[in-house]
């Protein structure tokens, strides 16, 4: 396993590319991930926060080569994921799952719950067959659903108890490694909450490490240790949850930061409204793709793209005000901000 | 049987026009399987004598121009115009399916190939391609099968294209790779089985249309073959007496009438019937 | 002073499964210049209730009860007296801006359609309207925009298109129906923005509906949460967030991430076959054995905020 000051790294990320093209005689291409590095430690979660369009989706089907990266490296348990042919890779697979976003459409609508579970458990020959049954009882009693419930269809379950069934499922195959895409963004809160907590405790029990990506800071806060912010295509700032939400320094990470919604009409909070909206990534913006909505623009950002460099602790953030031969301007950020 | 399913079921039943065609094919269909015990007569005994009687309490529908009993033909003829579309269906829905989801999932260059494969074949009128088939190849049963078959399977290629691609988008599609399923795997059991309904439809639909381009080819001649009863041949038969003996002609083309008009009665029911969010083809 | 008064409003409507009662027994008031949140998980009934006051339901829906606005009862105004009101007196903002706009036409078009048809203006001059609406939304470079169609907008571009054609005709009430769903964070903030000026600036009132307790707290001055159907709290949007009153209505807020994220146990209740007595009681912490039988009124609890629950009956 792979280790870097002591600490071993269930999945390392290093400069993920994925660029679509589209049309068969004029090509246009998208770069939707354009160069990600993380690490995930073992039985850690990591968060990846961005507004729709930032890449984040992609960059959870990348890393389980749900999709086929353009360049970079994956790897998982000390395997290069990306390096493996078809087999080895299927043979794979089962300890590195994903939860995906719409519950409803994440179930084979024409099989019945007890099958859905069972499946992985026949493909694998993870149980034996006389004791399938008890295992698939089993899953369903820890993800908090009833025995009735194995003869239902999905289409009779609720949102949230749809997601528990895809959750049983892929604890039926005992993953190391779990892709969590935005997996409450369509469930009530209420039914949110218990997801989540339901999530945390699997996670304890089962020891995965999760990737867990939204657009909600508010459940980045509550579900990870470390996190990276994206914009476009790029990882702006990254580093641990506890570290960025106290004093997050990239402009875009503040202005997310301060569009929090918060329940309380009493909060009353100095809010960074954010002018305009996210370029296309079709056409980004040339240097800093934040510049043109950013409130500190320089000249040079308009020019020369910042590149990720670490504040220490493994805070790591890609902005001119924080390069480091120009201290000039990071004391000038500084004042801007404490007024 | 599933809450859905029995729904779907109560829907069709609802149904009038679907419910008469399915006791109509229902009938035709026992009569085509029990020929040898209900139908009154031997198909092929020729009683110059009787020739040309027509419909009486002996022979309900007449005798044609060979003394044979129009009744037992019209039965045995339910029974060859069954056999050969439902084999028609049977084995253009298999391949068209196949190369339908063959297409729609792996997408790229074989999708491509197989979509202006069946473009140009389309581009041809259907049932000169069947004639045109059926004369380099020669009249005869399979010959019909053949030449029935080679267009047929388009349509269902083209729904099953249609429907799988919206099925690959599902996330469960992508949850089962993740699983590390083979894509053989997937398309036998998450695709095609989401597929059905749609294509269910369509080959109720196809079997009214196969049965017609049947009769078609038999009136010309160039299906099944004398003395094999068949509602289309008979109709050709029939043709020269059309003046004196209009039931040689009536009976057939009524049954062939009723049959097609069944098929399309329980085809629109079901369509109505499946479930609209599981209906992919809009 | 009240605008509108909502007294004993049922929406039933028959399914093959049974009468689902999506608004049962709701009396609700919006004040002059005042927003009022309807707060409440999904199926709980409150697209339903909005979309009954002007309505706007399908056939089959069996609405009863009164809904005074003016002094007239929207539920007995013809079709053509209702169609005076709609988008002119109370627009409804609905939630789905895509599906919402008419994609053959351009937004301009759209947005100038009220003042045709409510104000007959002539087309130039409605024109040149429209594009002032789309500069009040904060749309940049307007004239040129306003001969766009929609999926040329961004979605938080869309939003803004609906929000200025609620406004078009300055109406005194305006119904949003999840105005920010969908939208990211960065967007939604402009949103709020944009609509507390707005209503500040119009003096109209406004019924938001929504799932989002934050939205509630950012735009609102009352609240109300539905629940099963039914309003189990009504109150002063400052009083709720220091505690709601209802059992339902504390968990429903305690499961808010900023707030604890504290699960509630159970499903929401069918709309056909809601549970005996208090609806909430299979989920509640503090159920009593009357809860099982018992229906609780809606009873004032402290100065203005109301319960539905028979701790405070």
């Not at chain 1, 990591?46 to 790897?75: A, D, M, N």
């Not at chain 2, 259907?126 to 004369?135: C, K, R």
């Amino acid at each position: 396993m792979a280790s870097m000051r002591g600490v071993s790294f269930m999945l390392e990320v290093q400069g993920l590319k994925k660029t679509f093209t589209s049309g068969l005689v004029s090509k246009r291409s998208v770069k939707a991930v354009d160069g990600i590095s993380f690490n995930i430690a073992d039985g850690e979660t990591f968060g990846l926060v961005g507004e729709s369009g930032c890449g984040k989706t992609t960059v959870g089907r990348l890393v389980l080569r749900l999709i086929e990266p353009t360049e970079g490296k994956v790897i998982f348990n000390s395997i290069d994921v990306l390096k493996l042919n078809k087999k080895a890779l299927r043979k794979l697979r089962p300890q590195m799952q994903i939860i995906f976003q719409d519950p409803e459409s994440s179930l084979h609508p024409r099989m019945k719950i007890g099958d859905i579970i069972a499946e992985p458990l026949k493909l694998y020959n993870l149980v034996p067959k006389a004791n399938r049954e008890k295992k698939v009882l089993e899953l369903i009693d820890m993800v908090g659903l009833q025995p009735e419930h194995v003869n239902r269809f999905p289409h009779e379950l609720s949102g949230g108890q749809s997601q528990r069934v895809v959750l049983a499922r892929v604890l039926a195959l005992g993953p190391r490694f779990i892709v969590a895409d935005e997996p409450t963004s369509s469930l009530d809160v209420s039914v949110q909450a218990q997801i989540l907590s339901l999530m945390n405790t699997v996670q304890e029990e089962f020891h995965f490490s999760c990737l867990f990506i939204s657009h909600d800071l508010n459940l980045i806060s509550r579900m990870t240790s470390s996190m990276g912010v994206m914009y476009l295509g790029k990882i702006v700032e990254a580093g641990s949850t506890k570290e960025l939400f106290e004093e997050a320094r990239h402009p875009y990470t503040r202005a997310l930061m301060s569009a929090i919604p918060i329940a309380d009409p009493q909060t009353k909070r100095k809010k960074i409204v954010l002018e305009g909206e996210m370029p296309s990534p079709m056409n980004p913006p040339s240097g800093c793709r934040f510049h043109t909505r950013c409130r500190f623009k320089e000249k040079i950002c308009e020019k020369t793209e910042p590149q990720l460099i670490d504040l220490g602790e493994g805070h790591r953030i890609a902005c001119h005000l924080y390069a480091a031969e120009d201290k000039r301007l990071v004391i000038r950020h500084r004042v801007t901000v404490e007024i | 049987m599933t809450l859905a399913k029995s729904r779907n079921m109560d829907e069709f039943l609802k149904n009038r026009a679907s419910v008469a065609g399915l006791i109509v094919i229902l009938m035709l269909i026992t009569a085509a399987i029990l020929a040898d015990f209900i139908a009154p007569y031997d198909t092929d005994k020729i009683a110059l004598k009787e020739k040309l009687k027509s419909p009486s309490w002996e022979h309900p529908m007449g005798t044609d121009q060979l003394g044979r009993d129009v009744l037992s033909r019209m039965i045995y003829g339910t029974r060859t115009t069954f056999e050969l579309s439902i084999l028609v269906v049977a084995l253009t829905s298999t391949f068209g399916v196949f190369i339908g989801i063959i297409a729609g999932y792996f997408r790229g260059v074989i999708d491509e190939i197989l979509m202006r494969l069946i473009d140009v074949l389309l581009a041809f009128p259907s049932i000169i391609l069947a004639l045109v088939i059926i004369g380099a190849l020669g009249p005869g049963m399979i010959n019909t099968i053949v030449a029935i078959s080679l267009v047929g399977w388009l349509f269902y290629a083209r729904v099953a294209r249609a429907t799988t691609l919206s099925i690959r988008e599902k996330e469960y599609i992508e949850g089962a790779r993740a699983m590390g399923c083979s894509d053989g795997y997937i398309c036998l059991r998450y695709v095609l089985p989401n597929c059905l309904p749609p294509i269910i439809v369509l080959m109720t639909l196809n079997l009214g249309s196969v049965i017609l381009s049947i009769a078609a080819l038999g009136y010309l001649g160039l299906g099944a073959q004398p003395p094999t009863p068949e509602w289309g041949s008979m109709l050709n038969e029939g043709r020269e007496y059309l003046r004196d003996c209009p039931w040689l002609c009536v009976f057939p083309g009524l049954m062939i009438m009723l049959a097609v008009l069944a098929f399309n009665f329980i085809g629109d029911g079901l369509r109505d019937a499946i479930d609209p969010r599981q209906m992919v083809i809009k | 002073m009240t605008l509108l008064s909502i007294e004993h409003l049922n929406s039933h409507f028959m399914t093959v499964d049974g009468i689902v009662r999506a608004v049962d027994d709701v009396s609700l008031e919006i004040g002059e210049n005042e927003t009022l949140g309807l707060v409440g998980e999904s199926g709980c009934g409150k697209t339903v209730l909005a979309l009954s006051l002007l309505r706007l339901l399908s056939e089959n829906t069996k609405t009863d009860g009164r809904v005074i606005y003016k002094g007239r009862d929207l539920l007995k105004l013809n079709e053509k007296e209702l169609r005076g009101v709609r988008g002119k007196e109370i627009a409804h903002i609905f939630q789905n801006p895509l599906s919402s706009l008419n994609p053959v036409l351009t937004v301009g078009f759209q947005i100038s359609e009220p003042f045709l048809r409510h104000q007959g203006l002539k087309k130039s001059i409605a024109n040149s309207r429209a594009v002032q609406m789309l500069g009040l939304v904060r749309i940049p470079s307007a004239p040129d925009r306003a001969k766009e169609y929609p999926h040329e907008f961004s979605g938080g571009m869309r939003q803004r298109a609906m929000i200025a054609m609620g406004l078009a005709c300055s109406p005194s009430l305006i119904i949003a129906d999840e105005p920010t769903r969908g939208l990211d964070v960065t967007i939604q903030a402009q949103i709020v923005e944009l609509m507390k000026d707005l209503i500040k600036n119009s003096g109209a009132s406004m019924l938001l509906i929504t799932h989002d307790l934050s939205l509630a707290a950012q735009l609102c001055d009352k609240v109300a949460v539905m629940y099963s159907g039914e309003i189990v709290e009504y109150a002063d949007i400052k009083e709720f967030f220091k505690g709601p009153a209802h059992p339902y209505a504390r968990s429903f807020l305690e499961s808010v991430p900023s707030r604890g994220m504290k699960p509630i146990r159970g499903i929401s209740p069918s709309l056909i076959n809601p549970p005996p007595g208090c609806r909430f009681h299979p989920r509640c912490d503090c159920s009593m054995d009357i809860c099982k039988s018992v229906h609780p009124p809606l009873t004032e609890v402290k100065d203005g905020q109301h319960a539905r629950c028979l701790l405070y009956a």
